[in-house]
């Protein structure tokens, strides 16, 4: 039996530095976290969005770095 090391296997693609969005709903639902925000509070979007199963990373960048969310094709 060889022995493989790590640097035998085929080195992945590079990755977008950002992931694309995996669906509308996803899309809809940090949309309207937005809006929470904008209406309510930080807190109450942090909530909702929690509460939708958005990733705690993807809240953080959407309502605490408006300048690095995504661009809405229009």
Do not use: W
């Amino acid at each position: 039996m060889e022995a493989h090391s790590v640097l035998d296997r085929p080195v992945p693609a590079m990755q977008p530095s950002r992931q694309q969005r995996s669906d509308a709903r996803c899309s809809e639902i940090v949309n309207k976290g937005i809006a929470v925000q904008d209406c309510f509070s930080t807190l109450c979007a942090i909530e909702y969005l929690k509460s939708n199963n958005v990733r705690a990373d993807v809240i953080e960048r959407v309502l605490l770095h408006p300048d690095l969310r995504r661009r809405v094709p229009h």
